[in-house]
C-alpha cells in the first residue's frame, strides 16, 4: 500500500492522507474548494467547482494517475440548488469520459465551502 504523507505535517492540519493506493485502486480524501497553497476559500459556487476539479487532477497526477481512471465521484453540496451549475462544469471538465457518481445535498461543510468531492480512480498501468 502506497500513501502520501508529505501534505499535512504540521500539528495543526487534519489528520489524513491526501491519497492512498491498494492493489492499484487509488482513495482520494475529500477535496474542498480551497486553494491548497494560500488556503483561501474562492467565493460562489462556480470558483470553488472548478478548484475542486483542479485539486483532483493534480491530486491523481501526483498518485501517478489522471482524471480518465477515475471510477467514482462522491459529490457533496452545500446546496443541492448549486447542482445545475455544478453538472455543466463537471460535464465540461471531464468531456466524453464519464465515471460513476452520487451527489448529495450536505448542509454544512469545512470552511464554508459550497462542494467537496471525493474520488476513487485506478493508477495509470
Partial sequence: MKTNTTENKSKNGPHLSPWMEHNGVLYL???????????????????????????IENTLKEAGSTKNHILRNDIFLSDIAHWEMVNEIYSNFFGEFKSARMVVGNTEMYGGCLIEITTTATTVE
Fill in 29 to 55: 480524501s475529500g477535496q474542498i474548494g480551497m486553494n491548497k497553497v494560500t488556503k483561501e476559500i474562492p467565493e460562489g459556487i462556480e470558483a470553488q467547482t472548478k478548484l475542486v476539479l483542479q485539486n
